[in-house]
């Protein structure tokens, strides 16, 4: 369950670089919460009454197929989730903790004046929003690929460095962001390893072709 742990900013999350760039009026009104591993920190159709800033930890944002099956839409550490429903009345997607984690909580209409009052906090929100939109396209182009190998080397390539990538997630919620079953995941890997088209050594992943 959430717990809310104080008002204003102390210890977690006081030295995360949105901090610095927030006006003093909004940092001032900060609430920092706990939320355990796999408790929804919003859900769909909850109204926006708050925004959420990740300090330690990861959340999810996901939608659930018909058959019940979860699709990641975002993943953040030390940023925020679900940064397009500041312009909405309700939230159209469910945020999850994917892990013990810690957040900051501001109040949504605190947070729209000051994007409106301050013009390098603006800036930097814009720039946040660029970042997001590039990733989705990358996802959007990822999850219209059929094979599973085509998705996996993709990610590869977009998420990583010179085609070498570090999973900083568990290989089940890996699945879930490139639409897959995890037993899909885990055969599609073990082939691309035999194939010779991948190396895989712990959580370091390198394209080999």
């Known amino acids: 369950m959430k717990k809310a742990i104080g008002v204003g900013v102390s210890g977690s999350g006081a030295d995360l670089p949105w901090m610095r760039l927030m006006p003093p009026s909004l940092r001032e009104l900060a609430k920092a919460r706990q939320f355990a591993a796999h408790h929804a920190v919003f859900q769909t159709g909850n109204p926006v009454c708050s925004i959420y800033l990740v300090a330690t930890g990861e959340v999810r944002l996901v939608r659930f197929s018909r058959n019940g099956g979860e699709v990641i839409l975002q993943r ?61 396209r990358a996802q959007c182009e990822r999850l219209s690929l059929h094979r599973a190998a085509d998705r996996i080397a993709h990610y590869i390539h977009a ?19 490139l639409g897959l079953t995890h037993e899909a995941l885990y055969r599609t890997l073990r082939r691309m390893q ?11 992943l390198r394209a080999l072709g």
């Open 194 to 204: 035999d194939e010779g088209l991948i190396h895989i050594n712990g959580n370091l």
């Open 159 to 177: 998420e990583g460095v010179d085609g070498c990538l570090t999973l900083q997630q568990p290989r089940k919620a890996w699945a879930a962001e």
């Open 76 to 136: 953040s550490r030390q940023g925020f989730v679900a940064e397009a429903s500041l312009d909405s009345q309700l939230y159209h997607c469910t945020a999850v903790a994917s892990e013990p984690s810690d957040l900051l909580e501001f109040p949504a209409d605190a947070f729209r004046t000051a994007l409106h009052d301050s013009s390098e906090f603006r800036a930097a929100w814009q720039s946040q929003l660029s970042q997001e939109l590039r990733k989705l």
